[in-house]
């Protein structure tokens, strides 16, 4: 049996802390305080529980995780793809920005007819100067459903075992609310924009995202950043580190049907499954 839990927490990787490390951290996490430092961007963790990223464990048939079968990380917090400005760097590198590269977060995109902001961008990375370039990035973690993090803190509170316990929920990550219902909408309302300006914007997702969600690296990674508008950049933490793994350029169109990445079923496949799921209406129902 397989689920996924908690992989960095508060920074810090969850199978190396000890019952005492994992009993503050949950302590922390249940009060919901801001007291825990984040070590990627600084300043106080600003995440609910502090759950920086999840991943599948196994059990090991005592109730306790199998530490030699852990999957991948799977980056649930968006700021923990800021570790040592390392997406800001690389974007640099990859559009060739020279001289002094600066960084401006969440930056108002569009209004609403009231005139507040009705949308910003995540990052833009520019050189200043005479002469402003620019390009915006757009950071995309992945939502989890299922069961919530809250019963697992208060269990790891009282837990004073190692290795630590299998998780106590059951949940998988949400691919689709994070890809073709958030990230897609986003990119449609801003390419077209940034288009016209003679930009482009530059997407950081992890590794287990672009191959469970997206399909994988194209066959033939195109690293001509005029030869589309989306600047694909895919990293994943290993060893507290967060490691550049792919990057690639797409067009808008290319990017989302990468995203949506689902086919209808057959029309005999939806038939015979509709026909398993229906349920007789009573007659006094909705009277």
């Known amino acids: 049996m397989t689920t996924f839990g908690i992989a960095e927490w508060f920074g810090h990787d969850f199978l190396a802390l000890d019952p005492t490390e994992r009993q503050r951290l949950a302590r922390a996490a249940l ?3 801001k007291s825990e430092p984040c070590p990627y961007r600084g300043g106080a963790c600003s995440k609910a529980g502090g759950v920086c990223s999840i991943r599948e464990y196994d ?6 995780i199998d530490t ?7 980056v649930t917090c968006p700021k923990r793809f800021e570790q040592g400005q390392m997406l800001i760097h690389w974007l640099a590198e990859i559009t060739g920005l020279a001289g002094e590269v600066m960084v401006a977060r969440e930056v108002p995109f569009m209004l609403a007819r009231s005139g507040k902001p009705a949308g910003k961008i995540d990052l ?3 050189t200043g100067g005479q002469e402003l370039r620019w390009f915006g990035l757009e950071v995309q973690a992945v939502y989890f459903s299922g069961d919530r993090m809250e019963p697992e803190f208060r269990h790891l509170l009282t837990d004073g075992e190692a ?3 299998y998780p106590q929920g059951r949940r998988h990550p949400d691919w689709r609310s994070s890809t073709a219902k958030r990230l897609m909408p986003q990119l449609q309302a801003k390419v077209p924009t940034l288009r016209r300006w003679a930009s482009k914007i530059a997407v950081a997702v992890d590794a ?5 969600a997206m399909g994988g690296p194209s066959e033939n990674p195109n690293h001509d950043i005029d030869s589309g508008e989306v600047i694909w950049l895919v990293s994943q933490p290993e060893g507290g580190e967060l490691q550049r793994r792919h990057w690639e350029v797409l067009t808008l169109e290319e990017s989302c049907e990468r995203l949506l990445a689902a086919a209808p079923v057959g029309r005999a496949v939806f038939e015979e499954r509709l026909r398993s799921m229906l349920q007789p209406v009573n007659a006094g129902d909705g009277a």
């Open 59 to 64: 059990d090991d048939a005592t109730g306790r």
């Open 31 to 33: 009060a919901g305080q």
């Open 208 to 212: 287990v995202l672009l191959e469970e």
């Open 163 to 165: 290795p630590p316990p």
């Open 124 to 126: 833009v990375v520019a």
């Open 68 to 74: 030699t079968a852990a999957g991948p990380m799977v």
